[in-house]
């Protein structure tokens, strides 16, 4: 069942929102006890009606960005979540105890470099000595080294800020920055609500891995469950895949957001939950190298250690591969 519902932050010390009212914080140690990005995986299994008859407690609590969310599963005040694949190299590598048990794949439109619409800046390589935001470790930061690699820049050719997106928000529109390197829903927020503009995205730049992860501790201890919440998940985006309008409609009502921002968000971006192949560990040795090479991971690692294939029975279930 889904616990009720509470406003309470999940740690005192970590940079975690306020959650609203249908994000549940973690009370028990029984059940399992997930990590969501605002209006992510929460909302579209609820969208897609994969939470009923759970045979498990499943507590939720909600963070802003995927920093403090890793922050919640190193101090194991949560059994796992979701995040991008740029966060999660940034953890693994800082020692932190979790795997990979399920990826995403998604287009990448929406993982974007931003600018105000007044801004003189009409592609990336016009951001040179400008000052750029991003959030550390995030996808937005790996989009950023991307970026610059292709236009053969180096980083110190920018001014490269380090923010959580409220921040990077408020100081883009302010004009404190010149720049805001982010993800949906930023994206399609900044853009339809407050005039802003691409001047760089995703497309072929970045990989658009995603990762379900969890603790080591919940791995030994609540695979069955886990395996559970994978098969759902990977339910509920297949059906959001199918059925762009109504979860938008949904995601709307919920996020108290104009529907225009997740018809936009959705209507170019599609999230399938794939096996851990041979694909997505190369892509993701990708990601982890392009860290590496700029000399900001604690250490390096190979991505098949990171990443648990024993779940990929649960995502061909959830896919309804026999």
Do not use: C
């Not at 991003?134 to 820049?153: I, Y």
């Not at 098969?231 to 309008?245: D, L, Y």
């Amino acid at each position: 069942m889904i616990s009720s519902p509470t406003r309470r932050q999940l740690l005192a010390g970590a940079a975690a929102l306020a959650a609203p009212a249908f994000i549940q914080t973690a009370r028990a140690a029984d059940g399992l006890r997930m990590a969501d990005q605002r209006g992510n995986v929460q909302a579209v299994m609820q969208a897609a009606g994969v939470l009923d008859n759970l045979p498990y407690e499943l507590i939720w609590s909600e963070f802003a960005a995927a920093a403090p969310l890793i922050e919640a599963v190193n101090a194991g005040a949560v059994d796992g979540g979701n995040v991008g694949d740029a966060p999660f190299t940034f953890g693994f590598a800082a020692g932190v105890r979790m795997k990979a048990i399920a990826v995403s794949r998604s287009s990448q439109q929406g993982t974007a470099i931003l600018v105000n619409d007044d801004s003189p800046a009409r592609k990336f390589s016009d951001l040179a000595g400008k000052r750029v935001a991003t959030g550390r470790g995030s996808v937005g930061h790996f989009l950023v080294l991307m970026a610059l690699r292709q236009a053969r820049m180096d980083v110190s050719a920018i001014q490269l800020t380090f923010l959580q997106p409220a921040d990077a928000k408020a100081a883009l529109l302010s004009g404190s920055i010149d720049a805001w390197s982010t993800w949906e829903p930023y994206t399609s927020q900044l853009e339809l609500l407050n005039h802003g503009r691409q001047v760089a995205n995703g497309v072929g730049l970045t990989p658009g891995l995603g990762y379900q992860i969890a603790t080591d501790a919940a791995i030994a201890g609540k695979r069955p469950m886990l395996e559970d919440f994978v098969v759902r998940m990977t339910r509920a985006r297949k059906w959001a895949a199918t059925h762009p309008k109504e979860y938008a409609a949904f995601w709307a009502r919920l996020m108290k957001f104009p529907e225009a921002v997740p018809q936009q968000w959705f209507g170019r971006t599609r999230i399938d939950i794939v096996p851990a192949d041979d694909a997505v560990f190369r892509d993701e040795q990708g990601v982890i190298d392009v860290y590496a090479a700029a000399g900001m991971l604690a250490r390096t690692f190979e991505a098949k250690t990171a990443i648990d294939a024993g779940f990929n029975a649960a995502v061909a279930r959830g896919n309804g591969v026999v």
